[in-house]
């Protein structure tokens, strides 16, 4: 069972910049995929950002060039740096691991973009 924790959500002007971490705990492989997701109030959940263990990124078109998904194995911690972040970043954002076919969430971290 693998535990994920978030942290560095807040309020942030828009055109700021924000960093996300997410700690793992528990029995993990060296091989799994970590990705990021957010949802927005009444719209779905969306996923944003994913890092397969080769170290491959994949992101969302509408966060392209403005968010970086890193992960640091050797601690088991992930992070999503975003930048020139807008108002339609406003999400609780969630990380979530695959790893065996099986999958553990976060508890989520709230993101406001608002002046």
């Known amino acids: 069972q693998v535990q994920l924790v978030e942290s560095g959500g807040g309020l942030v002007q828009p055109g700021g910049s924000l960093r996300l971490s997410c700690a793992a705990s528990?029995?993990?492989?060296?091989?799994?995929?970590m990705n990021w997701y957010r949802q927005a109030p009444g719209k779905q959940r969306e996923l944003v950002a994913a890092l397969n263990s080769g170290g491959s990124a994949n992101y969302a078109d509408s966060v392209k060039g403005r968010f970086t998904t890193t992960r640091d194995n050797a601690r088991k911690k992930f992070y999503l740096q975003m930048n020139s972040l807008k108002p339609e970043d406003t999400a609780v954002y969630y990380c979530?691991?695959?790893?065996?076919?099986?999958?553990?969430w976060g508890q989520g971290t709230q993101v406001t973009v608002s002046s």
């Open positions: 979530n691991v695959e790893m065996g076919g099986s999958g553990s």
């Open positions: 528990g029995s993990m492989s060296s091989i799994y995929d």
